[in-house]
Every structure is written in structure tokens, then in C-alpha cells.
């Protein structure tokens, strides 16, 4: 078998080329001539004829050029939704965290309001205990002598004791005190009634 050398393709960007170079040599050596006008002619047709695939190809470079871009500017854009949302989980981690720990304070601090409230509640019920002690161990004295230990009591303290004693025991106690003090008692214990809640 006898091997057939094979014919080289030539492009048409390289027949343009050849066509120009034979007609400029051509015009050279005789620009006015036939042979030039033809080549002119030739190099034309071949000019018009030829950029049709020339410019399909270079068409089909730029939208693959844009593909391209476009397919980057949306990976581009992918990549920074990812970010942004990693950035929100975070965020929501952080918050559910920091609410996690104010229900956990909240509960603290409802447990210590809820001991003070008892403790508090106890240290008035052992007060008012206290009180009534007082007032009967008043009530039990001599209103003379009694009357003496209320001159020199605070006023506020005096006026607290002598409305919780009976009316009787009471105006025996003020009787036996100078009228200044009794006076200044009496005022105390009017001014606190006045401010009383009325029905």
C-alpha cells in the first residue's frame, strides 16, 4: 500500500494573508496591471467570504468567555452566602447560649426572692411576736410607772405601743405623762390613723 502524504489544512485567516501578500506583490511590480486588479479582486472575495466562520468562532470565544464569568461570579456568590450563614449560626449559637443563661438567672434570683419573702415573713411574724409581748407586759404595769418609760421613749415607738393597748391602760399611760409629750404621742398616733385606708 502505497501512503498518500496528507494535505495540511490551511485556515482561512492564512488564505487572507497569502491573498494580500500576493497582491501587494503583484501591485508592486505593476499596480496598474490586470494581474493586480484581479488579485485585488481575489484577495476581496476571499476577505468577504472567509470571516463568517472567523467571526462564528471568535462569537463562540466571547459567550464561552461569559459562561465562564458568570459561572465564577455565581460560585463567588455561593461561597459568600456559605460564609454569611455560618456567620448566622453563630450568632444564633451565641444567643441561645446568652438565653439559656438569663432564664437559668431568672430562676436563681425567683428562687432568692421566694427565700427572702419566707425569711422575711418570719422575722415579721417574730416581731409582731415581740410586740405583743411588749404591749401586754405594758398593759401589766403600773401606769404610773409605765408612763415614766414612755417619757423617755422614741415617739414613734411610744405612739406605736400605746395604740395597740387598750383605750383604758392606754389613757392612765398619757394621764401620767407631761402634756408636751402626751401631746406630741397623741398627734402621732392621729396623723398615722389619718393616713389608714378608709371603706
Known amino acids: 500500500m502505497t501512503h498518500q502524504p496528507r494535505r495540511r489544512r490551511v485556515s482561512a485567516g492564512a488564505l487572507i494573508v497569502g491573498c494580500f501578500v500576493a497582491s501587494g ?4 511590480a505593476d499596480p496598474a ?3 493586480a486588479q484581479a488579485a485585488t479582486a481575489l484577495a476581496g472575495d476571499v476577505s468577504r467570504d472567509a470571516p463568517t466562520s472567523d467571526r462564528a468562532g471568535a462569537k463562540q470565544c466571547t459567550e464561552d ?29 451565641v444567643l441561645s447560649a446568652a438565653e439559656t443563661r438569663m432564664r437559668e438567672e431568672r430562676e ?32 401589766s404595769m403600773d ?19 400605746l395604740a395597740r393597748m387598750r383605750q383604758d391602760v392606754a389613757a392612765e399611760v398619757l394621764g401620767g405623762m407631761t402634756a408636751e409629750r402626751a401631746y406630741a404621742i397623741s398627734a402621732t398616733i392621729a396623723g398615722r390613723n389619718a393616713l389608714a385606708p378608709r371603706d
Open 33 to 35: 496591471g490586470p494581474v
Open 143 to 161: 401606769p404610773k410607772k409605765s408612763s415614766k418609760i414612755f417619757e423617755t421613749m422614741d415617739i414613734g415607738f411610744a405612739a406605736g405601743f
Open 108 to 139: 436563681r434570683l425567683e428562687v432568692t426572692r421566694k427565700r427572702l419573702e419566707k425569711t422575711l415573713s418570719i422575722a415579721d411574724d417574730a416581731a409582731e411576736a415581740d410586740i405583743q409581748r411588749l404591749v401586754a407586759v405594758y398593759e
Open 65 to 93: 468567555g461569559d459562561a465562564v464569568a458568570l459561572l465564577n461570579a455565581v460560585r463567588e456568590r455561593e461561597l459568600q452566602l456559605r460564609q454569611r450563614a455560618l456567620e448566622i449560626a453563630d450568632r444564633e449559637r
Open 25 to 28: 506583490v503583484v501591485r508592486l
